[in-house]
């Protein structure tokens, strides 16, 4: 039903900014929210912001407002996630993810994620 491709994942030094893209491929549904989350190695999978793809409205995790942005570019089906100042502790897997079509998936916020990507490495390291 969705198919969502990230890209722009890369080792960058402390304090770099990398941003991220994940393309969105609808078919019968058409999700109303998109959704970053990253997984560090080992530990269950984090949600960082999502954005309502017709309003633009978006939600920040905590741990991440303020240096991690979401927008997005209907005419491209592009959600993007820019990061600035990363440290060490942002190195993760970094994965999108469609809003579920039923009451099924992940919770983040007050949005449930059910189709995901396959994921884009950013390593932060010097």
């Known amino acids: 039903q969705v198919q969502l491709v990230e890209s722009g994942g890369d080792a960058v030094p402390p304090g770099g900014s990398l941003k991220l893209s994940c393309t969105v491929s609808v078919d019968t549904y058409s999700p109303r929210h998109i959704a970053w989350f990253r997984q560090h190695l080992g530990k269950e999978r984090e949600g960082l912001a999502y954005i309502n793809i017709v309003d633009g409205g978006t939600y920040y995790s905590d741990s991440v407002e303020g240096r991690f942005s979401i927008f997005r570019d209907n005419a491209k089906n592009t959600v993007y996630l820019q990061m600035n100042t990363l440290n060490p502790e942002d190195t993760a897997m970094y994965y999108c993810?469609?809003?579920?079509?039923?009451?099924?998936?992940?919770?983040?916020?007050?949005?449930?994620?059910?189709?995901w990507g396959q994921g884009t490495q950013v390593t932060v390291s010097s």
């Open positions: 993810a469609a809003e579920a079509s039923g009451t099924g998936g992940t919770l983040f916020g007050r949005r449930r994620f059910a189709f």
